[in-house]
């Protein structure tokens, strides 16, 4: 019974391509986030959905963009990929803000 | 926010006790985390600690947190080759709802 799930596990796409990663919590958490992790294996916060409000990292390009069709659901949809988008993407959730975050097992994206 | 600093790398062999430490910044932030991270895999939640205690133990988890200092340490006893991973600690900032991370302790047991 998987808490917090991503798709794909693994992605591998050309530059300048448009492609979403999609995240799925079945613990009926109300906050979602996103993070990256890069190569050299820092983790930074992306965003974070609660209720339906969006707070976004300011670092983050706006080609990304969270996308939340319910609240057990937060897709990360990335435009015009670049060679510095491969990473690791993991989504998590907690029960409200501020509270225990539970991690997916990640989506290693490579971009060629 | 400011970065949270911790050792890259650290050795021990199987059966002694690891310690690894974390320098926070946020002296208002009302939890802390340790996270592990196995090769290639997502990262689980080991344990955390609320910001009035000092101490937390949990099997072969101690954590410690000195908040005068802004510093939590993590202590495995009779660590395993299974224990190898990378770990992370994080804090809550206040204001913020999301997790600001060390930069991971890649911890290495050999047998």
């Known amino acids: 019974d998987t808490a917090v799930s991503q798709t794909p596990k693994y992605l591998v796409t050309q530059m300048g391509n448009d492609k979403s990663i999609k995240c799925e919590q079945n613990l009926g958490h109300d906050t979602m986030y996103w993070y990256k992790q890069d190569s050299k294996k820092f983790l930074k916060i992306m965003f974070s959905?609660?209720?339906?409000?969006?707070?976004i990292n300011e670092t983050v390009p706006n080609r990304f963009s969270p996308k939340s069709p319910d609240k057990a659901h937060l897709n990360l949809h990335i435009n015009s990929l670049e060679l510095g988008d491969s990473a690791v993407y993991f989504c998590?959730?907690?029960?409200?803000?501020?509270?225990?975050?539970?991690f997916g097992p990640g989506t290693r994206l490579l971009v060629l | 926010g400011e970065d949270v600093e911790q050792s890259l790398f650290l050795s021990v062999r199987e059966g002694d006790s690891s310690v690894i430490n974390c320098t926070y910044t946020?002296?208002?932030?009302?939890?802390l985390y340790w996270y592990k991270q196995e090769p290639g895999a997502g990262l689980q939640l080991l344990t955390y600690i609320f910001s009035n205690m000092d101490m937390k133990q949990d099997q072969r988890l101690t954590v410690l947190l000195n908040k005068k200092d802004k510093h939590l340490s993590l202590r495995i006893a009779d660590t395993q080759t299974g224990d190898s991973a990378i770990y992370f600690c994080?804090?809550?900032?206040?204001?913020?709802?999301?997790?600001?991370f060390g930069t991971g302790t890649r911890l290495t047991v050999i047998p």
């Open positions: 998590a959730s907690s029960p409200g803000p501020q509270e225990t975050q539970y």
């Open positions: 959905y609660n209720n339906k409000e969006l707070i």
């Open positions: 946020d002296s208002s932030s009302t939890y």
């Open positions: 994080a804090e809550d900032q206040t204001g913020a709802n999301n997790l600001f």
